[in-house]
């Protein structure tokens, strides 16, 4: 079964640092960009990062530049998502996504062909 599994989530003060992982079952990241999208209640759903699919070229939303770095082991078919300096409004349901390709985008979450189920990071005092 073809499955992306997120982990890492949990409460943390802010300021604090969390690193997420995303590892792949049933199939290979190695031809997959590789996107972290988050959702808070009531919200919709936004893009985070994104890394291509070698690893060669990221993207992030300006909310996290500078705080939040992605990056990918492909021979551990596994992304994570370092998560510094976290603020409250970093509350949210963390999702990892893969798109079948070179490219990634942060945009349009309809690219994306697999999903995990998510992971909450919490960022409370």
């Known amino acids: 079964q073809l499955q992306l599994v997120e982990s890492g989530g949990g409460l943390v003060q802010p300021g604090g640092s969390l690193r997420l992982s995303c590892a792949a079952y049933?199939?290979?990241?190695?031809?997959?960009?590789i996107g972290w999208f988050r959702q808070a209640p009531g919200k919709e759903r936004e893009g985070v990062s994104c890394?291509?699919?070698?690893?060669?070229?990221?993207n992030y939303a300006d909310s996290v530049k500078g705080r939040f770095t992605i990056s990918r082991d492909n021979a551990k078919n596994t992304v994570y998502l370092q998560m510094n300096s976290l603020k409250p409004e970093d509350t949210a349901v963390y999702y990892c996504?893969?798109?079948?390709?070179?490219?990634?985008?942060?945009?349009?979450?309809?690219?994306?062909?697999?999903w995990g189920q998510g992971t909450q990071v919490t960022v409370s005092s």
């Open positions: 890394i291509t699919s070698s690893g060669s070229d990221t």
């Open positions: 049933g199939f290979s990241l190695d031809d997959y960009a």
């Open positions: 996504a893969a798109d079948y390709g070179h490219y990634c985008n942060i945009i349009s979450i309809w690219d994306y062909d697999y």
